[in-house]
C-alpha cells in the first residue's frame, strides 16, 4: 500500500536542469520527512536534500547548494527536486525517501521508491 514514485529523471547536458517528482501515498504525508539519495557505480550512497513536509524546513548536501532545490506540494503529496547546473559529477540513480526523522531520508528511511535515473553528458 505504501508507494513512493519517483518520476522526471533523464538525459542532459552539462549545464541544464531537470525537475524529479516524488508522488507518495499509502502514509500520512504530513507525518513524514521527504527526501533524495543518489547513488552512482563505485561511490557511496549520497544523501542529497530532505523537506519537513510540515514545517517546510529544508537541508542540501554542500554538493547541490545553490543549485537544486526541493519543495512539497502537500495537497498532490508530492515532493519535487528542481536541479539545476547539473554536472556530470550528478550522474546516478535517485531515490526518494521517506522516515519519521527528519534526517533518515538522506541515506535511506521507513520507505523508498524504485528510483529515477539521471544522466549528464560532458
Known amino acids: 500500500e505504501v508507494q513512493l514514485v519517483e518520476s522526471g529523471g533523464g538525459l542532459v547536458q552539462a549545464g541544464g536542469s531537470l525537475r524529479l517528482s516524488c508522488a507518495a501515498s499509502g502514509f500520512t504525508f504530513d507525518d513524514y520527512a521527504i527526501g533524495w539519495f543518489r547513488q552512482a557505480p563505485g561511490k557511496e550512497r549520497e544523501g542529497v536534500s530532505c523537506i519537513s513536509s510540515s514545517d517546510g524546513i529544508t537541508y542540501y548536501a554542500d554538493s547541490v547548494k545553490g543549485r537544486f532545490t526541493i519543495s512539497s506540494d502537500n495537497a498532490k503529496n508530492t515532493v519535487y527536486l528542481q536541479m539545476n547546473s547539473l554536472k556530470p559529477e550528478d550522474t546516478a540513480v535517485y531515490y526518494c525517501?521517506?522516515?519519521?526523522?527528519?534526517?533518515?531520508?538522506?541515506?535511506?528511511?521507513?520507505?523508498w521508491g524504485q528510483g529515477t535515473q539521471v544522466t549528464v553528458s560532458s
Open positions: 525517501a521517506a522516515s519519521l526523522d527528519f534526517w533518515a531520508p538522506l541515506h535511506a528511511g521507513d520507505y
